[in-house]
């Protein structure tokens, strides 16, 4: 079962025919655009092989999921490093994390790796392996320094995606997680259109409580709808704080519209669980320490525990592909009706 | 003084939300767009895309040139008027926004930036990256806020370092930048700004707004010593 996403076309010119069409380069509107010879001359119809290729290199790939927010700072690759370890507590398994944040990748320090270096071999490059069974890849991996800032416009970023997902030698994978930067721009569509040939489990969109947050992850939803990418559910991090003197709970992050269990009910979309604000998970973070093995009773660890063996991950897709359908049949999104 | 606020995250535009700004229609007039201004003094004048999707709920899904199109309209095309201060709020990254905001800046004065990062080391980490980003560009950095810096207890005064403390204060000095100060996590703010309320009308006697004056002050400062 393959979901195929759309490619959303985007261009620099007003008018423009679209780089598939028959007019693609040869129109009024293609005049003094940057792309004109390329379109003219028929390139830019044609697939990029590397899609087949990819394609063909993770067919073998039994899950794929992204984690997805449109917001910054809400906790993404803690998530999703910290997916990957619980997965991978399961040794038969063999799970692999990529990062594709390319301007700020965060998941070396998160999973203890920071100043490894990646090496090429015959079979392309090698990953980054934390425990025997959880192999990881990242722009920070290729960087020599902790301050090298990686300044490239999309499609250099787009480039080096393609080669995540083409070079890498992940060998035989059960999991294939991708931590994603925020935003629906560059990083998101060539994901998409990278692993178009391929099946995707979907997407985990992350969330914190509050309406500034929400309103994002709305966009990132519909993102998600645009590309007919499925959506696994949301988790609601930095859901609550409760002091560790007096025991009370404070929403630093107020749900003032309901939070993210307002806007499942209301998206009809699965609210896999909500994450407690908790001191001990930044400070595993910045040590490269899973805090699922750090303070495994935490209310924290113990949601995480409880997202991951949730009944929505991993669930077999035309079930996931319903609930996608029934959101978009609402008329949520008419451009996704077809 | 008047200031004004370009919101350069495209995808993710929050600006509109925060000042409470609902959605008001752009127009037109001899000299470019209007922006929106908060009051009738039009003290704070400000531009997102935002303000310009039928659907606030829409999805931008653009590649890097449509987005540094739109903000070179954002920059040359907003009928600003005379400001004193504007600020650019940018999405996270080095990229396309913030190469297009700086290409677009270039014949105007780019006094500098503000570095905002949250005390972990996961956070400094990437906020490196940006200080380098502003050293190749060229972009003077006024200095380092450390912001979600500890969040004291509303029932007991506790003090709790939620997301760590001090990787900030320590990420200026090590790489000697100025450190404008901390900025606690506060409830009172974070509503504040999910309902679009003024938090420096509505607690001027708390330690936040305390906090965030100062932070300004010394900016002012620094500006009118140049």
Redo the contacts between chains.
Sequence with gaps: YFVQPHFILTTTTRNCPGTTSEQAGKSAPCQGCPNQKLCASGATKAPDPAIAEIGEKLSTVKHKILVLSGKGGVGKSTFSAHLAHALASDTTKEIALLDVDICGPSIPRIVGLEGEQVHQSGSGWSPVYVEDNLAVMSIGFLLSSPDDAVIWRGPKKNGIIKQFLRDVDWGELDYLIVDTPPGTSDEHLSIVQYLSATHVDGAIIITTPQEVSLQDVRKEIRFCQKVKMPIIGVVENMSGFVCPKCKNTSQIFPPSTGGAEKMCADLKLPLLGKVPLDPRIARSCDEGRSFLSEVPDSPAAEAYQKIVKSEFVFRKTPTQMSIVQSVTIKGQNKSCVT | MAVGILDVDL??P?IP??LSMGRPDVHQCDSGWVPVYTDTQKSLALMSIGFLLED????????????N?LIGQFVSDVAWGELDVLLVDT??????E??AVLENLKKHRVDGAILVT?P????T??V??????CK??GVRILGIVENMSG?V????S?C?????KGGGEELAKTTGSVFLGCVP?D?LL??S???GRDFTQSFPDSATFSAISSISQTLLNSLQTD
């Design positions: 995808c993710g929050s939300r925060m606030p709920d829409e999805a931008v899904v653009w590649r890097g040139p449509k987005k199109a999405p996270p990254g080095t990229s396309d913030h190469l949250t972990q080391a996961v956070s980490g990437d490196r990256r940006e200080i380098t980003f190749k560009t969040f207890c509303p029932h007991c506790e709790s370092n939620v997301f760590s996590l409830p974070s509503a700004i999910e309902e």
